[in-house]
């Protein structure tokens, strides 16, 4: 039947046409309900897909962080971190001059951050 053996292709693109649409960066929960964001709910799916599609799922990030939004850029490199280390740090010190900025989330604290700033401290702590 048509389709049916691709169904993670088109969950994997979906998760990561979401991620490159991203204003938002959260890792966890956010707000005292500890809430997961849709875009928290398909950087997780992305990288559940690392282990059984990590040929394609290293094609969709390489797009992501060609044509994604700063915050989809942001979760591209973090996914590479697991992925391919070198090429993470690679993807964090090009990012790390855009002043672009988008909203973080840790827990109930929201704030505001830069690609360049956040690139930056993700090097510092590698």
């Known amino acids: 039947m048509f389709g049916i053996g691709k169904k993670w292709e088109r969950e994997l693109g979906a998760a990561v046409d979401e991620l490159a649409a991203a204003d938002t960066l959260a890792f966890g929960g956010v707000g005292f309900a500890g809430t997961l964001l849709p875009v928290t709910e398909a950087y997780h799916r992305v990288e559940a ?12 990030l390489d797009r992501l962080l060609a044509e ?10 973090s996914l590479l971190e697991r992925a391919d280390p070198d090429a993470a740090r690679a993807a964090w ?5 855009d002043p672009t900025e ?6 109930c ?9 956040y690139a930056t401290q993700r090097l510092d702590a590698a």
């Open 109 to 117: 604290v929201m704030g505001r951050e830069t690609l360049g700033g």
């Open 68 to 77: 994604g939004s700063p915050a989809g850029r942001a979760y591209a490199a």
């Open 102 to 107: 988008f909203t973080t989330f840790v827990g």
């Open 49 to 60: 897909a690392l282990d059984e599609h990590p040929e394609e799922v290293r094609r969709q």
């Open 93 to 97: 010190a090009s990012l790390r001059d």
